[in-house]
């Protein structure tokens, strides 16, 4: 097993961020139960300065609907970004999310050769039905002390947002997401790829890109998301056992999907959308 140390961009980061997200800091820790968690805490205590946490090793990391997300150091980028927001409509946060990161991924590769795209609402998954990675956004009210507008043109309530993320680097040797979907990791696709190269080239586009939805909400990445939309096309089975074919999303981020008994709206969070089969070739490598 290599030992050596993990070498961060943690201060290219900053320098980078910093500027347009003020008081933004990077921490990176060995160990953690998991990110999310972590931020979470420190919220409730007070804390919702911006911050990414990296975690080279959670204990206790979690996906969608409370899934295990468990791993050996160096195989999955796991991370949180953490800041105050106040948007002028939530609806379609994670689908941004998601497309931010698989552009990210695969910044300059022609669209015919793209191989990462987006499964509704946010996971990560390569064209040929095997998952990347996944994310878990989650939130909390800010204390009563705190008095941060928070970025963004909405008029409501500003609310401390974290969004964490895991994505698999290397052939994972120690990680679940307790789910039967077969996975995938950046290696599959490039053997350079390793957690802290992913991370300089998707954070400052993520963090660009969220602040953007918290302006204008989901409607100008709609086109965006359908680029790389894994879904569409596809016939999908949601978890309340109804099916049918995916038809893309409306600007607010809302499936759409068309059954025997017409065009059902389908939203985040609802139901757990899979699709029946996966017709999408792989680009080749």
Known sequence: MNLAPTRWPAEDLWLEIAPRLPGFTVEVLPEIDSTNTELMRRARAGQTEP???????????????????????????????GLVLNPVDWSGLSLVVGLSIAESLQAGTPASQARIGVKWPNDLWLHDGRKLGGTLIETANLPASTHAAGIGAGQGMARFVIIGTGINVRPPQGATDALSTPTACLQDIDAQWSAPRALQHLLPRLVDDVMQFADHGFAPFQARFAAHDVLRGQRVHL???????????????????????GVRSVLSGDVSVRPIHMALPAAPL
């Open 239 to 261: 978890s309340d056992g109804s099916s049918g074919e995916a038809l893309g999303v409306l600007p607010d981020g809302t499936l759409q999907l068309r059954t025997q008994a």
């Open 51 to 81: 911050i990414v946490l990296v975690a080279e090793s959670q204990t206790a990391g979690r996906g969608r609907q409370g899934r295990a997300w468990l791993n050996q150091p160096g195989d999955c980028l796991m991370y949180s970004l």
